[in-house]
């Protein structure tokens, strides 16, 4: 492998680019919907900054990394860190170790992500390396439809239309029996909203933890507006939550269609990815969980979410969803040691965590 890399950065996406030669879709992949969403950014960039790091083999793009700021909640500070995004190395060259060569020739970047979300398998071994202080707690998933599950395992026509039929039959039974017990209190009114209100900065940034990303209104509006991929029926929703007209608390979820996923075809993967509730409010974070699962399309196929409170994690047990795998949020040593008042920062009960962290509701 004749290996080599290139940055790119905010200036020329700026401008707009043309990476010769990318027969594997490296450079270009989603570049229109991500161009729109990083340039729109409310944290903001410069010229300067990196925007994408891009691993050759002779002239051909075969790995990248994409970069964008984010912001960074300790205490009374507020610190602009960094995130990355996309993340990915031809199939071909994984052996070659072209992961590694990403991160190790991009570490010394100011735009080499100081914070991630979702972190594989693969590359939480690179941030290990890296001495990144990680947090995993788990991501839970609810089945909804079971033909393409049942389709990954070799049911095609009748068969799968008549056992995928009578199994979702069952599944909606299941749950409607579970939501007879496990439901969100009465007395409070839904409203799907367009505009991010105001009042969620109280509740984001204000609700006792002293760590966490910045998730204020322009960052969720942010989020609500753009999305990393170009499918048009992806999309986020914020939902409002009232009680006798006084706002109390918000969720927000997202919809991803997918043809192909781990196996399974014409996949709806829905999420929920934020929410908050308000001071003095008895709402509690399983309930507004409860009221999202209400709000997604009748052919979603999973639904999927992470939390570190165990309590949460024990009502979505109980609304029939099941532990897969663990949800990775990272952030580097190098940020805490910039002030003091960081010291704790390995402390997560210090911290406001979220599915929707770094670049996971757009993505």
Known sequence: MDYRSRIFTYGELRQGFVVENDKYGIASYEYNARRKA????????????????????????????????????????????????????????????????????????????????????????????????????????????????????????????????????????????????????????????????????EITMNDGHKYGEVHDQPWLQWCLNNKFTSDSRDGQSFYGVYQDEKPVGFFMTKVRYRDELKGMHNVVLGSIVEWGVAKGCPLREIDLCWMALETFPQDVTIIQTASNDKETIQGLKHSGFIHQGDHRITFKETIKAKDRKLLDAEDESLWRLRFGYADLILF
């Open 38 to 201: 990083f340039l729109s950014n409310p944290t903001g960039s410069e010229d300067s900054d990196p925007f994408m790091f891009l691993a050759y083999d002779g002239d051909v793009p075969v790995g990248r990394n994409m970069f964008f700021k984010t912001r960074f909640k300790a205490g009374d500070i507020i610190l602009t860190v960094h995130t990355g995004s996309a993340f990915m190395v031809e199939e071909s060259y994984r052996k070659e170790g072209v992961g590694g060569y990403i991160f190790w020739d991009s570490r010394d970047l100011k735009m080499f992500p100081g914070m991630a979300a979702g972190v594989s398998d693969d590359a939480i071994v690179l941030f290990r390396k890296l001495k990144n202080i990680i947090f995993e707690f788990p991501r839970m998933m609810q089945l909804r439809d079971m033909k393409p599950l049942l389709g990954k395992k070799g049911l095609r026509g009748y068969p799968l239309a008549l056992i995928g039929g009578v199994g979702n039959l069952t599944l909606r039974c299941y749950y409607g029996l579970l939501r007879l017990v496990y439901h969100s209190p009465k007395g409070y009114s839904i409203r799907q909203l367009e505009k991010v209100p105001a009042w969620v900065n």
